[in-house]
């Protein structure tokens, strides 16, 4: 990874408090075992949590590494976006995410337990 955007993506997950742009889940920006022990869960679990830097506005598209075009997302929603074939701008993937957290419908099932462990501490 470049150095400007590992800058950009350590800014932006410090800015961020450490949690995802798209689901506001906490990320593992550190060692997957430091995060999954304590958090509670798996080392392939804290994986898919890993802190990732995703541009705004791509690359393709004239985007830059710079702090403004650069947020922290999760490997999960990150990977799921991407994966589309025509992804949706990053504000309406937000809302889209945000609406199946609701439905427990997004992330992996052991994510949910996990939210209500960390909501009910």
């Not at 800014?11 to 995802?20: E, F, K, N």
């Not at 099932?109 to 009910?120: A, D, F, K, N, T």
């Amino acid at each position: 990874m470049p150095k400007t955007l590992l800058r950009s993506r350590n800014t932006a997950c410090s800015r961020q408090l450490g949690r995802c742009f798209y689901c506001d889940l906490p990320m593992c920006s550190g060692d997957p075992l430091d995060f999954a022990l304590k958090h509670n869960v798996t080392p392939r679990q804290a994986n898919l949590l890993r802190c990732t830097g995703e541009h705004l506005v791509a690359r393709q598209d004239g985007g830059t590494a710079s702090t403004s075009n650069i947020v922290a997302a999760c490997w999960l929603c990150n990977t799921r976006r991407h994966r589309r074939k025509n992804p949706p701008p990053p504000d309406r993937y937000k809302q889209l995410v945000k609406r199946r957290m609701s439905q427990r419908r997004w992330h992996y099932p052991w994510v949910y337990e996990y939210l209500r462990g960390i909501c009910s501490a």
